[in-house]
């Protein structure tokens, strides 16, 4: 591609999806499933989007379909420079009746976020597969509280070395390795 060749928004939102990885970083130990949270998803592509001169809005509705309500979130892709071209794909999300230990605000934002988050992995094609590190049905190593262990941040692969769990929590307030970083003792 010549650099006076303004990149089209196909080929802008094939750059993002081909530097884009979002692992499932993130455990849930009551379903025993990883995942990824849709701030892992934003942070991941901040950096991709603003290579490729793109950005994206997101924006929530209220649909219903049949005899259910629906959040329905849309992000929507543009250039940053205002060129032409723009995609949008909608993600979307049932609120459930109840929520344990949830109000209904809380129920709502939540439906949003789960619907924001599969519009964004519509948008990007960030697939549905395991992060390779995850461990699957089991919990996270524990570090231990004295001696050396080794931990690596399962976003960008980063190993480091620690000598007791008080370093090891320490640096993970601050570790500056990545855009969204999460550990796993190894």
């Known amino acids: 591609m010549t650099e006076d ?8 939102v094939a750059k993002v ?6 692992p499932k970083a993130r455990y849930n130990a009551h379903g025993k499933f990883n ?3 849709m701030e892992d998803i934003v942070a991941a592509l901040k950096e991709p989007c603003k290579e490729a001169g793109v950005a994206y809005t997101l924006n929530d509705s209220i649909v219903q379909v049949g005899d259910r309500h629906y959040v329905k979130a849309t992000a929507r892709l543009f250039f940053v420079d ?5 995609l949008s794909v909608d993600g979307y999300a049932h609120e459930p009746d109840t929520q344990t ?3 209904p605000a809380q129920v709502t934002g939540s439906a ?16 549905g597969t395991s992060d390779p590190d995850a461990l699957m049905d ?9 001696g050396l262990f080794n931990a690596k941040c399962k976003a960008c692969g980063q190993a480091y070395q620690f000598a007791s769990r008080k370093q090891y929590e320490d640096f993970k307030k601050n570790p500056g390795c990545c855009a969204t970083p999460t550990w796993k003792v190894i």
């Not at 205002?82 to 723009?86: C, I, L, R």
């Not at 949003?112 to 697939?127: E, H, M």
Request: charged share 30%; proline share 6%.
């Open 112 to 127: 949003s976020s789960y619907a924001r988050k599969y519009a964004l992995c519509g948008l990007f094609a960030i697939d």
């Open 138 to 146: 089991k919990p996270e190593k524990e570090p231990p509280t004295e």
């Open 82 to 86: 205002g060129s032409d071209g723009e």
């Open 5 to 12: 060749k303004h990149m089209t928004i196909t080929e802008a």
């Open 35 to 37: 995942y990824r949270s």
């Open 101 to 103: 230990g949830m109000n």
């Open 17 to 22: 999806q081909r530097s884009v990885v979002v």
